[in-house]
T-cell receptor, first 113, second 108 residues
Framework: EAGVVQSPRYKIIEKKQPVAFWCNPI?????LYWYLQNLGQGPELLIR????????DSQLPKDRFSAERLKGVDSTLKIQPAELGDSAVYLC???????????FGPGTRLLVL | RKEVEQDPGPFNVPEGATVAFNCTYS??????FFWYRQDCRKEPKLLMS???SGNEDGRFTAQLNRASQYISLLIRDSKLSDSATYLC?????????FGKGTSLLVTP
């Protein structure tokens, strides 16, 4: 069974540029999560989807970050404009439902110069 | 106070040793608990869920103490390949909270 797929794996951009990350969850997983992970820290939840509905986006900086999961499968996370402090690993995870074990994609490593 | 707290370590142990990690959580209404393993520059991978009655998977044993609000992970007969960061995850029902992780280094 295919795992969570993310692209790109690496991205280097200059500050103030836009960037987008894509995630394809495990087939049949209704819940999708986007996390941010800084070095030496645990993942921090940005947004959680139940199917196509964002049910928890309290930690998403909405002035520059946006996300969508239009058909309840793939999801895109966008940053516009990017800031130096956005450099981190962006992880996507999916699970059968909230509270179930989550499975992570390989992440997108973002460097903002 | 953070929702989930772990001792960051590092724990340096020789091969064959037994090592235990604890993780405390602040929300008494937390519903599900997991241990994840994360290798350097890799994504977290599910190690095991933690059940109220405790559970074992080979050399790994997880325990949950709801009264004291902590979970533990015991690794017996440590292998070099066990070297990684171990993340505690607590689901409080409305939020999923990761600890910062405990670093383990198993040495020859």
């Amino acid at each position: 069974e295919a795992g969570v797929v993310q692209s790109p794996r690496y991205k280097i951009i200059e500050k103030k540029q836009p960037v987008a990350f894509w995630c394809n969850p495990i087939s049949g997983h209704n819940t999708l999560y986007w996390y941010l992970q800084n070095l030496g820290q645990g993942p921090e939840l940005l947004i959680r989807y139940e199917n196509e509905e964002a049910v928890d986006d309290s930690q998403l900086p909405k002035d520059r970050f946006s996300a969508e999961r239009l058909k309840g499968v793939d999801s895109t996370l966008k940053i516009q404009p990017a800031e130096l402090g956005d450099s981190a690993v962006y992880l996507c995870a999916s699970s059968l439902g909230t509270g179930e074990a989550q499975y992570f994609g390989p992440g997108t490593r973002l460097l903002v110069l | 106070r953070k929702e989930v707290e772990q001792d960051p370590g590092p724990f340096n142990v020789p091969e064959g040793a037994t090592v235990a990690f604890n993780c405390t959580y602040s929300n008494s209404a937390s519903q599900s608990f997991f241990w994840y393993r994360q290798d350097c520059r890799k994504e977290p991978k599910l190690l095991m869920s933690v059940y109220s009655s405790g559970n074992e998977d080979g050399r790994f044993t997880a325990q949950l103490n709801r009264a004291s609000q902590y979970i533990s992970l015991l690794i017996r007969d440590s292998k070099l390949s066990d070297s990684a960061t171990y993340l505690c995850v607590v689901n409080s029902g409305y939020a999923l909270n990761f600890g910062k992780g405990t670093s383990l280094l198993v040495t020859p």
